[in-house]
Every structure is written in C-alpha cells, then in structure tokens.
C-alpha cells in the first residue's frame, strides 16, 4: 500500500484477502471488490467494511433504499449500487452542489445541511421508507447527532442508522462539543435502553426516568460500537419491551448462589488514554443479609 496523504492507496493488485486475511466472508470481499472497481474516488477504512458487509448483507438484491451522507466524489454510490443490486435505491445527501452529478448516473440526490431538521424533514417526506442511512458527512457531533434524531423520527420499518468516522469526537480538531461528543451522545442512550426496566424495579434505579428521551429512542432495538462505527438498530414492530417474564408459574427451585464467592474484582478499566486499574465492589455482605431477610 502507498500512503496519499493521511489515507493508502492500496492500489490495483490488493485483494480482499491481503487486507482481512482469515476473517474475510463472502459478503465483505464482494463488498471490497465492488469498493476497488468503483470508477470514482471512495475513501474507507478497513475497520469500516466489515461493518458494512456484516449490518447491510441481507439487503442485497432487494429492493432497498439506502440513504448516505457525503457523496460528493461519488466512489461509494457506486459502490452500493454495484454491491445492493439494481433493485436497491440509493440516494445521496452533500451539502455541495456539486453532487448534483450523479443524478446523471441514476441515484437520486438532495443537496443541503445535515445539521438542518427541516432539510432532512423535506427529505424523509420525499423518500419515505428507507432502510439504512449512513453518515459519512461532515463528522461533528452536532452534524452526527441531528441524522440520528431525524432518521429516528421518521423510520417508519426495521431499518439501522450507521454513523461513520465516531473516532472525531476524540480528536483535537473536532474537539468543539466540549463534554458533548457523538460517541457520549450515543454511550448516554445506551442507558436509556436499559432505563426502560425501571417499571419493574423502578425503587432501584436513580430517580424519574427521561421520558423525552425514552420517547425519541422507543423503537431502538439496540446501539452497536464497532471500531469509527456506532449503529442503531431500529424496530417500530416490537412491543412489551423491558418486562421479566417466566416460562412456569412456579418459583425456582434450587438456592440461588449468585452473591457467594468473591465480592469484589481488580480491573483494569477500559480508559482509551489513560491505564486505571479499580476495584469494581459487589454487594457488601450487610446488603446480601438485608436483601435475603426482605426477601423472606
């Protein structure tokens, strides 16, 4: 591979193989292949094909709709139309006019901000269904987190919102969201997936649970964090989320020993810039007997 700028040209002769080596599969090297044979610019990383390949393989040959943000060399609308099928709509969204290009190549695009809601209002109103959007457009938190919110206020079928590039919210140079990056954004909502338990025990958790934002992540079906990816997986369908139920009316039979052994764990804690090792504490042995006693 030849470095251009800060990104390899790998040029003509790589393979799927030479990159991925034993973790190749079907789907991702005809993605690569499809990626390599695109006749204009795309610029990936290799974390980001597999992903593609992994959340997005069962949409080929189907009559898809996929919506992507940042296509103004056009490499990658190429890309999927070559890897989805003919049968896939594939759409662009740049906020240069420029892209207007591609229509003459068959995909549809819309030019404007991503960080508008009412852009992206007039978008979804136009596309209707879709089942993906991938954001690989401006990279700032703000831009980031504006796709999600509007993606999920419009899907209206199973479908999954990646966001491409999630490593800028580390970096120095997209550093000005402060404390509010995309990837806490998304870490954040994580917690709201599991705050949907607190009907069941709700004395258990902090206080009063966000029900704006239980509302805005509703039909999330879970968030994914691959390495420069966060995806999340959307499924108006489901209902009844976040209850326990059992298969038998009767209680458990056997004594539970999840609080005996080791009440407590040394951790290296999983801190990207700095090395933290903690005692993460279980349950002291005061609240096992208060638990048990309440328990009867």
């Not at 390899?8 to 005809?30: M, N, Q, R, V, W």
């Not at 591609?102 to 508008?116: M, T």
């Not at 970096?171 to 998304?186: D, I, N, R």
């Amino acid at each position: 591979m030849k470095k251009k700028s800060t990104c390899y040209y790998i040029g003509d002769k790589t393979s799927a193989k030479d990159i991925y080596g034993e973790g190749l599969f079907p789907d991702l090297e005809d993605l690569f292949n499809c990626w390599t044979n695109s006749p204009k610019l795309s610029i990936k990383n290799t974390d980001y094909l597999p992903v593609y390949a992994e959340v997005l393989g069962k949409l080929r040959g189907t009559a898809c709709t996929i919506i992507e943000v940042g296509v103004l060399d056009g490499g990658s609308l190429f890309m999927w139309r070559s890897w989805l099928g003919e049968k896939a709509r594939i759409i662009g969204v740049d906020l240069n006019p420029q892209a207007n290009q591609w229509k003459d190549h068959g995909f549809e695009i819309f030019i404007g901000d991503q960080s508008d809601p009412k852009f992206w209002a007039g978008v979804y109103r136009d596309v209707r269904d879709f089942d993906a959007v991938i954001d690989d457009g401006g990279h700032e938190s703000f831009q980031q987190i504006v796709t999600v919110l509007m993606a999920l206020h419009f899907a209206s079928k199973k479908s999954v919102i990646l966001i491409e590039d999630t490593q800028t919210s580390l970096m120095k140079s997209f550093s000005s969201h402060g404390e509010y990056s995309f990837l806490q954004y998304a870490k954040d909502a994580s917690d709201i997936l599991n705050a949907r338990h607190k009907a069941e025990r709700d004395g258990e958790f902090p206080g009063p649970v966000n029900k704006k934002a239980l509302k805005i992540f509703q039909n999330v079906n879970s968030i994914q964090f691959y390495a420069g990816i966060v995806c999340f997986k959307v499924d108006p369908t489901l209902i009844n989320r976040g209850y326990s139920i059992r298969n038998i009316a009767s209680e458990a039979e056997n004594k539970d020993f999840r609080h005996h052994g080791y009440r407590a764990a040394m951790v290296n804690w999983p801190l990207a810039f700095e090395e933290k090792e903690v005692c993460v504490a279980g349950k002291s042995q005061e609240d096992i007997i208060k638990m048990l006693s309440d328990k009867g």
